[in-house]
């Protein structure tokens, strides 16, 4: 997993290994990945632990974003503007994002920094990791 930003962007870019016949994809409606594998980052944009944008990409770039708040349930109601591309290759498969800063809320500053947490899961198995960033590893 790859992560970098610019003026307007914020990108992630991820390569999940796995045996390209297993992969699970699908060219899904926006939002109806859960039988797919997926990968994905969680942003804490105000860094609170109280609510946080999930956003999933399947191996073809399908996206499934969302919002979690503390003791309540995922809403994908929310579409988020970004762009996001995928392609199972010889090892699995990558996926590339770029979501602009103006389709997130968070507190700008050079002292801010939102939480991350990078995700990872394999439909056939029902496996998922999670990485958080501010956790050593």
Not at 21 to 36: H, N, Q
Not at 72 to 77: A, E, K, L, P, Q
Not at 99 to 121: D, Q, V
Request: hydrophobic content about 40%; aromatic content about 14%; proline content about 3%.
């Amino acid at each position: 997993m790859l992560a970098g930003y610019d003026s307007k962007f914020i990108y992630f870019a991820f390569h999940a290994y796995d045996d390209p016949s297993k992969v699970r994809a699908t060219v899904a409606k926006r939002d109806a990945i859960f039988d797919d594998d997926v990968v994905g980052v969680i942003l804490d944009t105000f860094n609170d632990k109280r609510r946080a944008y999930e956003l999933f990409f399947n191996p073809l770039g399908v996206q499934q974003d969302g919002i979690v708040t503390e003791g309540g349930d995922d809403d994908f109601s929310v579409d988020i503007v970004m762009e996001s591309k995928g392609i199972v290759t010889q090892d699995g498969y990558t996926v590339e994002v770029a979501i602009p800063f103006k389709s997130l809320r968070y507190e700008a500053g050079k002292e801010s920094c939102g939480g991350f947490i990078f995700c990872a899961s394999q439909a056939r198995q029902r496996r998922e990791r999670f990485m958080d960033a501010d956790q050593p590893k």
